[in-house]
């Protein structure tokens, strides 16, 4: 069974950082393209970032130069750190988990098979 637990949200400033981690259980971690998306209150889920793994990397425009993806492997553990933050960034973060058997970053939310159940961010202006 699939696990993925996301934790490292909270309440910011705006300007301030937060990191969240997703740690999954269940898979074969380093096979698996990872992936973070947010869903804003009122709005449909997007994509944040993605991370393949061979490590490449794909952010959304809106958070490029902002935030940073990466994965550890041995903690079969994925992160989203998250510097400068604003007030739109605020939402319900969650990590998500592909079985697609590729070497690129995956961005589309209907390739994601294994969802995590969210972490909330908020900043405050």
């Known amino acids: 069974q699939v696990q993925l637990v996301e934790s490292g949200g909270g309440l910011v400033q705006a300007g301030g950082s937060l990191r969240l981690s997703c740690a999954a259980s269940?898979?074969?971690?380093?096979?698996?393209?990872m992936g973070w998306f947010r869903q804003p209150p009122g709005k449909e889920r997007e994509f944040v970032a993605a991370i393949s793994r061979t490590f490449s990397l794909n952010y959304a425009d809106s958070v490029k130069g902002r935030f940073t993806i990466s994965r550890d492997n041995a903690k079969n553990t994925a992160y989203l750190q998250m510097n400068n933050l604003k007030p739109e960034d605020t939402a319900v973060y969650y990590c998500a988990a592909s079985s697609i058997d590729t070497v690129v970053p995956v961005v589309s939310i209907a390739s994601y098979d294994y969802w995590g159940q969210g972490t909330q961010v908020t900043v405050s202006s």
């Open positions: 269940g898979l074969t971690f380093s096979r698996s393209p």
